[in-house]
């Protein structure tokens, strides 16, 4: 059986000049990015890349540790100082070959994934100052292969003959896929909507993730040997029995994701005006409507208005930024907690302050207000402290007797999170699921209850992020391939 | 992309499509819907499904235009294609022997009746059908609801075929005559399914309701399609189409779907602009080809600039 091809670059002596004290004395290279004022105005990309030098510069600054902690932090355990050493090397392909060792999509995780809580978290430069820009080096190595590497050099690895379908084409299973694809076994990928990318199509926004980059990352996979069907449901169109039956796949992948936004349950919250996050984010992001009426979905007109988006994660923010390039007059982020205690990537919550973003924090809606003809007119809220932290590890927020308080809105946006989505549970007999209605997987294999079925990502965690849902993928990928592999199931 | 097999017209601006989708076909089921996009700058709607054929692997929409989207559909003919279709989405109808069912379909509303009222007569039942419009040309699919249905009756809101008045008013009667009535199920403009679920709380009887809210993905995942039942929000997509009547908050329903509404009249002004001009310009081309052959002048060489526009 074919093992994932692995670069041809042997191990070898760094070539950096530097000696480690002069590496720590230099400053981190910043990311050129596009000015707030006119960025906030429009949804192209508010990164633009480093330079080939920036990279460079950049690269000089590892200290080439022993036992790198980036990658053992890294949910799909990238090989941060291997890649980082073909950029001081400037072989800059080289370094995207081994990155795609780990990791299918470098273009979009180097765009989106958090890196402060994982590779750039653990890098031991923080102890001095600030991290490697592990992040801003990946996607500059992912951008310079979409730029100069041709895919005709792809290698298809040798048929194994067996099939899996992989339900969801967001980042668990292009992950899977990829990983699959690579072992040479056949990969057939099912995704419900019109466009391939799941959330990386519909949540999160042009100005962070270009469509244009997702349709190559997609297109690099189908050089791959990647299938790809859209316009199906799984759990409708056809059900997981079926893909196992008649269809004759051997193993199958469920990615689907989380689903079912959550409402707060407050009064008003069926108002015009009042939306999920991912509906407003889906009709921006998949259908364009903010180039309406080019395109035909229409979208309530935000210019001049006050918008406020309830939640404090990622998805909150893209929203919010998304609202400002509407034209909103005012932007707020609702927040019952503090800052510190947002779950939002920190350049997400700079860049958001930087565009104009108001952010009242420790603050709650208690209800939406009508203005009498169906339309949101204002919300009451409420005024929070923090008292003890919860489950979550956060502390909680603690409503303040007689704080509430009006503020006058035409949109509000619910970012809470979302629940589980109920058709592959509902469709699929003897899939376990949790209490909650989440796939029930184990957390290294991800297999499920049922034999030949593995799931991973959103659908068995919940709400979590790309590179966790990608590092789900990869477990399932491998633990799929020992499976074809050996018949067995213990 | 999804090619129509065959387009025709039923009924003044409803027209009947059957399309190759032989996944869809394979697994529809009474009560589902389907979600298509045309074109590439087209939205998502979710439209009605007829009926399908598993062997086939047809699906028949029925279209009535009323915005953009739905007129740009019916301008498709037999050979055209559409972009997107996804489904069978939505909970499948609940079939079982209930007794006596009135079936009521309004406008383009009976087509999605239609397959349920079928499965119902299969499944024992004694099935009386209602079926309206505003005129003669608007009643729908009149001989195939005869087929599944032990009676049918018609109406027209101007009296211009059968019975004058509307498919409220015949209910009216048979409650009145003391038909014994075990379920029925509305499908229709809210105003009519509203005035049916009014009349038959009084009544007792159980009343199911097939609802077409704002949709986008149809799988649960925007949230758009909420509806206010008894209160709580459940969503069309995936606890409906079809909710208990006499539970869901109809005020709302109008509310929700007005929210585009100036959007959508935009979009459709400049829909029937474009088109308008696409005549036009068919007809300048006509009366051009026309004029070149009586005048019979040899073709004139365009003139072209080194970078190849025209000048």
Sequence with gaps: ?490 | MFKILDAQFIAPGIKRFVLEAPRIARKQRAGQFVIIRVNATGERIPLTIERSDPEKGTVNLVVQSIGKTTHLFNSLETGDSILDIVGPLGKPSEIENFGTVVIMGGGVGTAMAYPTAAALKRAGNRVITIIGGRNKDLVILEAEMREVSDTVFVTTDDGSYSDKGLVTDKLRQLIENGTRIDLVLAVGPIPMMRAVAEMTRKERIKTIVSLNPIMIDGTGMCGGCRVLVEGKSEFACVDGPEFDAHRVDFAVLVQRNAMYREAEKLSLEEYKREEYKREECKWEECKREVEEKNTMAPPQAEVVGALGEKK
């Excluded at chain 1, 991973?456 to 074809?484: C, N, P, Q, W, Y």
């Design chain 1, 1 to 490: 059986m074919s093992t994932p091809p692995t670069s041809k670059t042997p191990p070898k002596k760094s070539s950096n000049p530097l000696p480690n004290k002069e590496r720590i004395k230099l400053p981190r290279q910043h990311m050129p990015e596009r000015a707030a004022q006119v960025r906030n105005k429009q949804f192209t990309e508010v990164n633009l890349g480093y330079s080939e030098e920036l990279a460079r510069q950049e690269a000089l600054r590892c200290i080439e540790c022993a036992k790198p902690s980036c990658t053992k932090d890294c949910p799909v355990g990238v090989k941060v100082k291997d890649f980082v050493q073909l950029i001081v090397d400037g072989d800059f392909l080289g370094a995207a070959a081994k990155i795609r060792e780990d990791n299918v999509l470098p273009a979009i995780t180097g765009r989106v994934c958090p890196q402060e809580d994982h590779c750039e978290g653990a890098c031991l430069l923080c102890n001095k100052g600030e991290s490697l820009g592990i992040g801003y080096l990946e996607r500059f190595v992912a951008d310079y292969e979409r730029q100069h590497f041709d895919l005709k050099n792809i290698k298809r690895a040798t048929s194994t003959g067996k099939k899996v379908a992989i339900v969801g084409s967001g980042p668990s299973g292009l992950t899977a896929a990829g990983d699959l694809v690579a072992r040479g076994h056949q990969v057939h990928v099912f995704e419900a909507l019109h466009e391939i990318g799941g959330v990386l199509v519909y949540g999160i926004p042009e100005f962070r993730l270009p469509k244009s980059i997702i349709r190559e990352q997609v297109d690099y996979m189908r050089a791959m040997g990647v299938e790809f069907e859209t316009d199906v449901v799984v759990g409708r169109t056809v059900t997981i029995d079926e893909l196992m039956g008649e269809e004759g796949y051997d193993a199958v992948f469920i990615g689907t994701g989380a689903g079912l936004p959550q409402f707060m349950g407050i009064p008003g919250e069926h108002l015009n005006g009042v939306y999920s996050a991912n509906e407003f984010l889906t009709r921006i992001n998949l259908m364009h409507a903010y180039e309406f009426p080019k395109f035909d979905e229409p979208m309530v007109d935000f210019r001049g208005k006050n918008v406020a988006v309830i939640g404090g994660g990622n998805t909150a923010l893209d929203a919010i930024r998304s609202a400002l390039r509407l034209g909103a007059g005012k932007a707020f982020i609702l927040y019952r907690r503090s800052e510190a205690e947002m779950p939002a990537r920190i350049e997400e919550i700079k860049h958001a302050k930087e565009e104009g973003v108001e952010f009242q924090v420790l603050a709650a809606p208690l209800e939406f207000l009508d203005d009498g003809k169906g339309w949101l007119r204002a919300a009451r809220c409420q005024k929070m402290e923090l008292g003890e932290p919860d489950s979550s590890g956060r502390r909680r927020p603690i409503p303040i007797a007689g704080s509430e308080y009006e503020i006058p809105l035409a949109v509000a946006i619910m970012a809470i999170g979302t629940t589980a989505n109920p058709i592959i549970r509902m469709t699929t007999p003897g899939l376990e699921t949790t209490k909650k209605g989440y796939i029930q997987a184990d957390e290294t294999t991800q297999r499920t209850s049922r034999r030949g079925v593995f799931a991973g990502g959103d659908i068995v965690t919940g709400g979590a992020t790309v590179i966790l849902a990608m590092g789900a993928g990869r477990r399932a990928a491998k633990s799929i391939h020992e499976f074809l592999c050996s018949g067995e199931w213990k």
